[in-house]
């Protein structure tokens, strides 16, 4: 089939978008330029302007590929700033979470040691009270103590054993020794014994 050139001039010269279609290969960024169905082929005008055409949408495409990219980077960009906040963030809740399971435990430490320490102050003091009281009658603090075998006893009890025997180590009861204060008087108390 022959094809009829296209010599229209006054109609070349404002051949525009209206009289021509066009078709965007997205693949291969390809445009085909043809008249609307019609069997005439295109004048040097046509072409230059179908060249202009391709030419502006290939510069609109480059331009599209840059803003594109442009906003790939500030996206990218943007990613790894709320990325690093939020590293930030969560090192800043470690560290104080970190802070705050020391301090718990540096808490829970001292209270346990504070029961530790009342524990053995209470037990010591238990131990001082029961060096304290007579072993007789469980009652009265040691105040006395046997001049011939040196056992400490309550008053009470001393006076109970006297001209009798030790309830410790059955030894004659012959006299005692009150005692000042037991801290004091351990030297005296000795002494006072030896002299007897």
């Avoid at 019609?38 to 004048?43: L, P, Q, R, T």
Wanted: hydrophobic fraction near 35%; charge should be negative.
């Amino acid at each position: 089939m022959l094809q009829k050139p296209y010599t229209r001039p006054e109609q070349s010269a404002s051949i525009d978008l209206k009289s021509f279609g066009y078709q965007l290969n997205r693949l291969g960024s390809q445009v085909t330029a043809f008249v609307n169905g019609s069997d005439y082929a295109m004048s040097k005008e046509g072409r230059d302007v179908c060249k202009k055409m391709v030419s502006c949408i290939q510069k609109a495409s480059s331009y599209q590929r840059e803003a594109s990219e442009h906003l790939i980077n500030d996206q990218e960009r943007f990613f790894e700033d709320e990325w690093s906040k939020r590293e930030r963030a969560l090192k800043e809740q470690h560290e104080l979470e970190t802070d705050r399971i020391i301090s718990q435990l540096l808490f829970e430490k001292e209270q346990a040691l504070n029961s530790l320490r009342t524990k053995l102050q209470e037990e010591k003091e238990e131990a001082i009270r029961g060096l304290k009281t007579c072993t007789i009658c469980y009652d009265e603090e040691k105040n006395s103590t046997l001049t011939r075998c040196g056992h400490t006893f309550c008053e009470n009890c001393c006076l109970m054993m006297f001209d009798g025997d030790c309830a410790m180590c059955r030894a004659d009861v012959t006299g005692w020794v009150r005692m000042l204060s037991r801290i004091r008087c351990f030297g005296f108390i000795y002494m006072l014994v030896c002299l007897l």
